[in-house]
Every structure is written in C-alpha cells, then in structure tokens.
C-alpha cells in the first residue's frame, strides 16, 4: 500500500474548491460524469488512430445510487488508469501554491481562465470520502484502488476490476444528503448531460406491471448522444426543428423560426437559436439559451457571449473556444467573446434578410412576433440598426407592411411640414385612438400603428437614423396643426373673448388624479369637433421612455398634461361665448373696467420704478405696487367666480367637455354617469 500527501502547499485544498471553485455544489455530477465520457472517447480515439486493437465493447457510462450505503458510483469503460497516473493527474494538483492563490483570488476567483484539472475534486464538495478504482488499458496493466478522506493525504492500494476504465466512488456528506435522493439526481443529470456524446445510464427503464412500475433489464439512458445542432442543416427538416424544441422547452408554444449556426473558422461554434412565440411582457424571459462546452452544459446566463437583444432568444450554443473559469461554470471576459457575440449578430441578421427576401408575405406574417427582437436589437445594439433597416418593417393601420424605404417613398409627397421634414404619424391603438386615425386619413395622411411593447421607445433611435423626419403620434395635435404646413390661421376672436373662453371651459375641467389641463382656443374650421384634446409628443415620449430607460424616473413623476383645444369656428363654441357675454355682460362691465384701471396703474408704477437701481426703490412705491396687484388679483377672482358659476349651469359645456373625454377613454365611474343622464335629458 503507498501513502502520502496531495502535492499542494497547504492543507486549505478543499475549502478553497468548496467557497471559490464551485460556488454550485450540484455541478459535482457535471464534472465526474464529463470526466468519465472524457476517458471514453479518449478510448474512442486511441481505437480510431489503431494504438488499441482490442475490442471497445458496451461504452456507456453509468450513474449508480446505493442509499443504504450512501454513494454515488460513476463507472465508465474508459482508457483507465496506472498508478502512475494516479499520482500525476490526481494527487499533483495543478497550480503552485494555494496560499499565493488565495491572496491573489481572495476577491474574484473567477479571474482565473483556462482548465487547471480540478474537475474531479469537486466531488468533495459533497464527499466526506471519495475512491477511485481503476484499470488501464494498457496491457498488462493492474487495477488499482485510490482513497481520501478530504484531507491531503491519500492512500494507493492494489484492487480487483475485470476490464479497463473507472469506478468514482463519492461517499455523500451528512450535510448533502439531498443527493441521494433518486429524483434529485435525475433532476441534475437532465440539467447537466443530457446532450453528452457518449451514452449515460441511470437505472433501468421501468414499465407498467401488475399494477405497478417495476424495472425491466434495459438501461435507461438519459442523454442524447447527436443532438439536433451538431448536425448538418442540410439533413435535417423543420419538424426535427419543432421536435428538438420541444425537448428544450416542453411547455412552449411552437417557435416562428429557428437559425442553425455552424462555424469552424477562426473559431469553433454550433448551435440553433429559436425566435419564440411572445404572447405578453410576462414571457419576456432571459437566460434561456443554454451554452454548452462539447455537449457539457455549462449555463444559462450567457450575456455577454450572446448580444443583449438576443438573450431574448430561445436554444442551444456550443463552443469549445468560449473561454471559462476554472469550474467550466462562468465566461471570462475575452477577446474571442466578442468575436463570437459580432458573428452571432450577424448570422442572425443574414438568416433574417434571407427569410425576407425569399417569402416576405410569411415573413409579414411574423411580423408583429418578431419586431419585439428587432426594436430591442436596435435599442441595444449600437450598429444592428444598419443591419436591421433592410428587414425591418411598418405596419400601418390598415395592416399593409412596408420596408423603411417604401414608406417613405409613399409619404414623402404628402407628409412634410413647412420646414421640409418628413412627419411619421402613429398610433398605439387603433380603436381608441380611432377618430384621430380617421380624420388623418381623411386629410390624405397615412398613419403608423405602433402596438408593440419596444415600438415607441425605438422612435427616438429611427428619428436619429433617418435623415430630416419626426415621428408624432396622430394625437399630439388638431389635424390642421399635426403636419403644418403653413402658419396657423388666427382666431377672429379678441383676447377678450379668448379669455372669457378659455375661462368657461377652464373652470368646469375635471380633477383627474396625476392629470392637468391646458385650455387654448385655436381656429380649426366650421367641420372640426368644437372640442378636441391632444397630448404634447414630447412629454408623453419622455414619460413612456422613463419606464425603459434608467435615469428617467423624474419624468414618470410628472402628470400627464393634455391640452383642451376649442374650436373657435365651431358653432356650439361660439354659441356659448355670445350666450355667455349676453348673460354676464352687466356684471362683467365693472370687473372689466376696475380691472383695465388697475392694469394701467400698475404698468405705469413700474415705468417707474424701473428706471431706478433696486436700493432706490422707496418703500411707499412698493406699497403702492402690491396693493395695486392685490386689486387686480382681487377683480380676476371675482370675474373667474362669476364665470364659473355660470359655466357650471351650463350642460352644453359639460356636453363638450366630456363627449372629449370620453373620447380618449377619461370619463368614468361616477362622471360617466352624470354624462349619460345628462344625454338623456338633452335628448329629451
């Protein structure tokens, strides 16, 4: 019997794997597993190359569970070891010291790259014990049985195995007991092996007997050994697509499309990548592209390798080239990375132009699944824009489809403002926002239909891409106003008039929760609704923006302001103004005069006193200035009382008001009711 010590400088060997190698014990099962399927195709190769003559035999790996006495075996009819080899790759631990190693990780241990053979001690992170029995291939070779306890020293011994290859023996720790239960490793070997290229047994299939599963003498392999990327799309047709799909993602509706990637130069990378189905925000899920290592799964968070817009995708990614850190588990932040993240790009935006060019009414089909990808592509991706503009498309909302150039070619004759620049009008649905949709269309117009969850964050991108263009939402503004063409044509009405106008309105307005409004009075024609609201695009842009965009939030805080435009030309409009003047002629006459009285007074104080530096100001002239403002603020409360009073008996302004926000979904619960008695009685 040998014994003796691990060669490394210290006896904190196992902590350091424990807290900084394998932060997640449960990929233990990943590199014992690896490491046996490792020694089989080695095995696989010496036989190929005609080093082994012998016969190959049943290569499968095996899984076993022993509960009663607390193990986990991985057998493999791998190429084995001599004792020789033993102690080169088992008890030489791959790097010099453990105390420099610690001081020099203590922060980040995933700062190591490349592959250091530790793979098999991992097993002691859920391991009080663990053997290796094991039998060379070479000829005349003897078994041999190694032991250790966790701690540095080891024992050697002579052992009994009929054939080459490996039994890893790991006797679970009291603290993992979790391990030993059936499911639970099942659940890991699913996880971890389930693409490993040569085969995995663990236990026997079972099938249905007197009223019961029992085994059956077949082994129950649970992997794939030629899983569907790592084989040539040429052989393969859409339903094995579907099929594979179904087996990453057994609960997921059916993909829109899939891209096979498969590149040898300047480095090694295959995979599928689906574009899934995204009914709602609630399955906008990340990480759920696997990467894989030659088959070995190594994780699911793959930012990073995978563009940020990407990451949205479903599939499988496998390269052995990714560099990891030393527990396969984490990229490393790398040079080929990048090369990998831009190729990846670029293979999607190919795959993407080909599937346009070769059916677009399909692809037009897919549209309003797919745009989600491409609105956040350009959102994120600094240059996937230039790639994207070829493929990318409008939907207007009559449902016809347009390529960014084909639509500017249709509005470009119709959609300039008097400074030149071309105006993309949109909505965000089509039902609510329907008469705007409608009387832009009767103008001549053509209107977007933005509904999708990344569409309007994506306008300030398009507006910095396209040359002299503004996108506008077609409620932004009265219809005449939206696209100006020429200088607005002026109310006839005095400011008088104006005043008292926007005054009746102003003061019958609703209190709506997070919501102010702003009365103007604007000429738009004797065929115009009396009362129309619009919402300023680029507030409302930056409130949408401020949910998407960190460093935002202030806008988010603020109401949402709505103007209240009245048509001066309308004749329900009009009406009410000269109804109005009529009725409050007489007691406005004194306000009005009182009030241009002390306006005078006031603008004559402050010639004044503006003429003199602030020092020079007397204090009876600020006296006089504030009492003489006190007046007027006095005589414009009284002429707002009197007004409001008014406009509060009056049902055809509340008519108007409401019919207006009922229009834009604002009227309801106790509001909405008072609207529709009153619409009775005025039908009445």
Not at 286 to 294: A, D, G, M, S, T
Not at 388 to 405: H, I, N, V
Not at 612 to 627: M, R, Y
Not at 648 to 653: D, E, S, W
Request: aromatic fraction near 10%; glycine fraction near 4%; include cysteine.
């Amino acid at each position: 019997m040998q014994k003796g010590n691990i060669g490394v400088t210290t006896e904190n060997i196992f902590p350091v794997i424990k807290k900084f190698l394998y932060s997640d014990h449960e990929i233990f099962l990943r590199e014992m597993v690896s490491n046996a399927v490792d020694a089989t195709q080695k095995m696989k190769t010496l036989a190929e190359k005609g080093e082994f003559k012998g016969e190959l035999g049943d290569l499968t790996v095996h899984v076993s569970l022993d509960t009663e006495k607390g193990t986990i075996t991985i057998s493999d009819h791998g190429i084995g070891m001599t004792e020789e080899e033993i102690d080169k790759y088992i008890n030489q631990i791959a790097f010099s010291g453990v105390s420099d190693f610690l001081e020099k990780y203590k922060d980040n241990a995933n700062n190591i790259i490349g592959h250091f053979g530790l793979g098999f001690y991992s097993s002691f992170m859920v391991s009080k014990k663990v053997e290796i029995i094991t039998k060379s291939y070479q000829e005349g070779a003897k078994a041999v049985k190694w032991s250790c306890d966790g701690s540095p020293a080891y024992e050697i011994d002579d052992a009994e195995r009929g054939d080459r290859g490996s039994d890893i023996i790991l006797y679970i720790d009291d603290d993992c007991k979790e391990y030993l239960e059936k499911y639970k490793l099942e659940q890991l070997l699913q996880k971890y092996c389930k693409f490993l290229p040569v085969p995995v047994a663990f236990g026997k299939k079972t099938e249905w007997k007197d009223g019961k599963q029992v085994d059956t003498d077949e082994d129950n392999i649970i992997n794939n050994v030629e899983p569907l990327w790592t084989k040539t799309p040429s052989t393969l047709k859409d339903e094995d697509y579907k099929s594979f799909y179904r087996t990453l993602y057994p609960m997921q509706d059916e993909p829109l499309f899939w891209i096979h990637l498969n590149v040898d130069y300047p480095f090694h990378l295959t995979g599928i990548l689906y574009f899934p189905r995204v009914k709602n925000s609630l399955e906008l899920q990340k990480n759920r592209i696997q990467l894989f290592c030659n088959q070995v799964f190594v994780t699911d968070q793959v930012e990073g390798i995978v563009p940020e817009f990407l990451t949205l995708l479903h599939g499988v990614i496998d390269s052995p080239d990714i560099p990891l850190n030393v527990s396969r588990s984490y990229l490393q932040s790398d040079r080929e990375v990048k090369k990998i993240s831009t190729y990846i790009t670029k293979k999607v935006s190919d795959r993407l132009k080909a599937i346009f060019n070769e059916d677009r009414k399909a692809y037009e089909e897919k549209w309003d699944d797919l745009k989600l990808f491409i609105n956040y592509g350009i959102l994120t991706e600094e240059n996937f824009f230039d790639r994207a503009k070829e493929f990318s498309l409008f939907k207007d909302t009559e449902g016809k489809y347009y390529t960014y150039d084909e639509y500017k070619t249709l509005i470009e004759a119709g959609q300039k403002d008097k400074d030149g620049n071309l105006i993309y009008l949109y909505a965000t649905d089509r039902d609510e926002q329907y008469s705007y949709i409608k009387a832009a269309e009767d103008k001549g117009y053509s209107v977007l239909l933005f509904d999708g969850q990344l569409d309007v964050p994506s306008i300030q991108t398009l507006e910095q891409k396209f040359e002299k263009s503004r996108f506008t939402r077609v409620d932004a503004d009265t219809i005449d106003h939206i696209i100006q063409k020429e200088d607005a044509p002026k109310s006839s009405l005095t400011d008088g008039e104006r005043d008292n106008l926007s005054a009746i309105f102003q003061s019958q307005l609703p209190k709506l929760d997070k919501t102010e409004f702003l009365v103007e009075v604007n000429a738009l024609g004797t065929e115009q609704r009396p009362v129309v609201i619009t919402q300023n695009e680029w507030m409302r842009r930056m409130k949408e923006m401020s949910k998407y965009q960190s460093g935002m939030a202030f806008y988010g805080q603020m109401p949402d302001s709505f103007n209240i435009v009245l048509n001066s030309d309308h004749r329900l409009v009009k009406q009410i103004l000269d109804e109005a003047q009529s009725a409050l002629s007489d007691s406005l006459k004194p306000i009005e005069s009182e009030l241009k009285g002390q306006e005078a007074r006031l603008a004559a104080l402050n010639q004044q006193t503006d003429k003199k530096k602030p020092e020079e100001v007397t204090q009876e002239e600020k006296d006089d200035k504030a009492a003489t403002q006190k007046a007027i603020d006095e005589q414009k409360a009284k002429r707002q009382q009197l007004i409001s009073d008014y406009a509060a008996k009056n049902n055809v302004v509340h008519q108007l008001i409401d019919l207006a926000l009922l229009q834009n979904g604002m009227l309801k619960g106790a509001a909405l009711d008072a609207f529709l008695r009153r619409s009775i009685d005025l039908i009445k």
